[in-house]
């Protein structure tokens, strides 16, 4: 098992802060999940996974499906033709065939352009090569227009 830091896997959220190390519920940012939240998280199921988390003393957090889903795009572009990208592959793959059509995650609350890129993949109707070359170039123009956003003054 690898541990890899925020700014290379989820680089596209604000910075964890220390303050959780101890969250409450009410105090999550949008994109986490307290693993025990059965509200959110499925219960056990075979073949699916042992599920929600029982309550521990220590609470452990999660991205959101949606977040994951993210990551994953983001990290297969980034890094396509690399282990990386392969493995960031093989899970968009799991998050819709087993995520999404289990109904825990819904692609169309993805920001765009993430939102037509996943709904093209799952559609199947346009070739991976032409689909990656035009995500990478989508998510290029995205970043930079952010950039721009970011770093013009009011």
Not at 83 to 104: H, P, W
């Amino acid at each position: 098992m690898n541990l890899y830091p925020q700014s290379e896997t989820l680089w596209f959220l604000p910075p964890l802060d220390g303050f959780l190390s101890s969250p409450q519920e009410a105090e999550l940012p949008s994109y986490l999940v307290l693993a025990s939240d059965q509200t959110i998280l499925p219960q056990r199921r075979p073949g699916r996974g042992s599920g929600v988390l029982s309550s521990t003393e220590y609470p452990v957090l999660l991205p959101r499906a949606l977040v994951l889903l993210e990551a994953f795009l983001r990290l297969y572009a980034r890094d396509v033709g690399t282990r990386i990208g392969s493995f960031a592959m093989a899970m968009i793959g799991y998050m819709e065939e087993y995520v999404d059509d289990d109904g825990l995650l819904d692609g169309d609350h993805l920001s765009e352009p993430l939102r037509t890129f996943y709904r093209e993949l799952r559609e199947g109707e346009k070739p991976v090569g032409q689909w990656t070359d035009e995500l990478k170039v989508a998510l290029r123009r995205d970043n930079e227009s952010c950039r721009i956003t970011n770093n013009s003054t009011p």
